[in-house]
């Protein structure tokens, strides 16, 4: 008798045991390359510190260069949304990968920081190509039951990657300079752009496979809409505008302009606020900022459990984590002079919560639009929005904090929190129907 994980599948001829183990080894390829990524942009401001120190660069100007980055890494993430609906996810990680690690190369070699905002937008525009990709790699080439999953799973990457763009620069900086931080995550990149080709060409055949199937589920999908439709004299959204007005999406911008604010930012000047406050030097600053993702990978799997076991809303669970990261703010103004380690710890909860919410906008929310085909394009328009709003907050917060100092700009990250938490509660429940019309194919 045949073994029904051996057994091949009448459609496919693949057995499940063989397409599992070639999920898992695609959902590998793309954390590891999501892990690698997370290096090579957040380097940047684990050296800030010690770039002011030697008076290469000064505050404001550091948040001219993120800004650089998060402004083309939005704008690329709208594009490359758009076009990741057309070219193969795998074609796009790749270059991604390849011209990341370039770019980080090229910034150790800077001969001033005048030419530093050039390079690391070109690095965001780079960036942009992975996370749209990624989730539609998800959506297109796992199989039923293996999507969502991955689509949580991922999020580790994030934290752990965040870990590696702290500890590694840290320790770097200990015994060496920063321009050796921008050598060395350009070598992990290209490196991991190695090991992305050559593991997709032993996956051909299963990727092949994957894109039939999908292709036949969709044909499948929109035979059912179009009846449905034509039952109730409508007809089926086809253009990605139609679908974008149609779908309710415009309801979720507001707590994701909130998110972008908050996160992100918050989490890129972690490092120069502990050094200032404090007094610690740039690596034992970084050292400690660790703490911050290490809590922070927790916060997306409390908001998937809350989501799915008992608010079944990405809006409502994303509401509950802004609340928690005000409150978290508010303790870091309240201990902003006491201790480095307790203010390090109100960020990361805090950050965790965010990243949480972050979950629902750009993993869970896209899903409902699986489909229709269009997930990397609403990915990539998600994700061009939240790092257009951490492009702004990037450059205000470093005038901010040269002009007015550190307890003025943690007041204003509790009042973003607090409007987060207004936005994600006001539109909830006209979310919670477009979502069930989203997944009824209604739209």
Same mark, same amino acid.
Request: net charge positive.
């Given at each position: ?20 183990? @070639?999920?898992?080894q ?9 892990t @690698? ?8 401001s ?7 120190e ?11 260069v ?8 939005g704008?690329?993430?709208?594009l490359?949304?758009i ?10 990680? $790749?270059?991604?990968l390849?011209g990341?690690? =370039? ?11 005048g030419?530093?905002?050039?390079i690391w ?12 990709p990624?989730?539609?790699?998800f959506?297109?080439?796992?199989p039923? $039951?293996?999507?969502?999953?991955a689509?949580?799973? #991922? ?5 752990i ?10 320790l #770097? ?11 060395i ?13 050559? +593991?997709?060409?032993f =996956?051909?055949?299963?990727i092949?496979m ?7 589920e969709?044909?499948?999908l929109l035979?059912?809409a ?14 990605l505008?139609?679908?974008?007005v149609a779908?309710g999406?415009?309801?979720?911008l ?5 998110? +972008? ?8 000047w ?9 007094? =610690?030097?740039?690596?034992?600053a ?41 409150? @978290?703010? +508010?303790?870091?103004?309240l201990?902003r002079?006491m201790?480095?380690?307790?203010c ?16 629902m ?13 269009v997930t ?7 994700n061009? #929005? ?17 002009s ?19 936005? @994600? ?6 979310? +919670?129907?477009?979502r ?8």
């Amino acid at each position: 008798m045949t073994n029904n994980a051996t057994a091949p599948d009448n459609q496919t001829g693949w057995s499940a045991r063989r397409i599992g183990i @070639c999920a898992t080894q695609l959902f590998l390829y793309c954390f590891l390359a999501y892990t @690698c990524s997370y290096l090579g942009r957040k380097n940047f401001s684990a050296c800030i510190p010690a770039m002011i120190e030697q008076e290469f660069i000064t505050k404001t100007f550091a948040g001219t260069v993120n800004s650089a980055y998060m402004l083309v890494y939005g704008a690329g993430q709208m594009l490359n949304g758009i076009i990741g609906t057309k070219i193969k996810p795998r074609y796009m990680i $790749g270059t991604g990968l390849c011209g990341a690690g =370039l770019c980080n190369v090229a910034m150790g070699f800077a001969p001033s920081a005048g030419i530093m905002p050039l390079i690391w937008a070109l690095n965001g525009l780079f960036h942009s190509m992975l996370w749209a990709p990624i989730i539609r790699t998800f959506t297109d080439l796992l199989p039923a $039951g293996r999507k969502e999953k991955a689509g949580t799973n #991922i999020a580790a990457s994030c934290s752990i990657g965040a870990v590696l763009a702290f500890l590694i620069p840290g320790l #770097i900086l200990k015994f060496g300079s920063w321009r050796s931080v921008f050598y060395i995550s350009g070598g992990v990149l290209l490196t991991c752009f190695l090991i992305w080709v050559v +593991g997709n060409r032993f =996956l051909k055949g299963y990727i092949r496979m994957m894109e039939e199937t999908t292709a036949r589920e969709r044909a499948i999908l929109l035979e059912k809409a179009e009846a449905a439709a034509a039952a109730e004299n409508r007809k089926v959204k086809r253009s990605l505008p139609a679908i974008l007005v149609a779908s309710g999406l415009w309801a979720v911008l507001f707590g994701l302009v909130c998110n +972008g604010a908050l996160r992100d930012a918050v989490e890129s000047w972690a490092p120069t606020f502990l050094k200032e406050q404090f007094g =610690l030097d740039s690596s034992m600053a970084n050292i400690i900022t660790v703490i911050i993702p290490i809590i922070s990978i927790s916060g997306t799997y409390v908001a998937n459990w809350l989501h799915d076991k008992i608010i079944h809303n990405e809006l409502t669970t994303a509401c509950v984590m802004f609340g928690i990261a005000a409150l @978290c703010v +508010g303790g870091l103004f309240l201990c902003r002079d006491m201790n480095a380690v307790l203010c390090a710890v109100f960020m990361a909860v805090a950050i965790s919560a965010m990243w949480g919410a972050n979950h629902m906008f750009l993993t869970v929310v896209p899903y409902h639009f699986a489909p229709l085909g269009v997930t990397a394009a609403v990915t990539g328009l998600l994700n061009s #929005i939240i790092y257009f709003a951490t492009a702004l907050c990037a450059a205000l917060y470093g005038v901010l904090a040269d002009s007015f100092g550190w307890s003025v700009m943690i007041l204003i990250w509790m009042g973003i929190g607090l409007a987060g938490t207004f936005f @994600c509660l006001l539109f909830a429940r006209f979310w +919670g129907k477009k979502r069930v019309a989203l997944d009824e194919g209604r739209i």
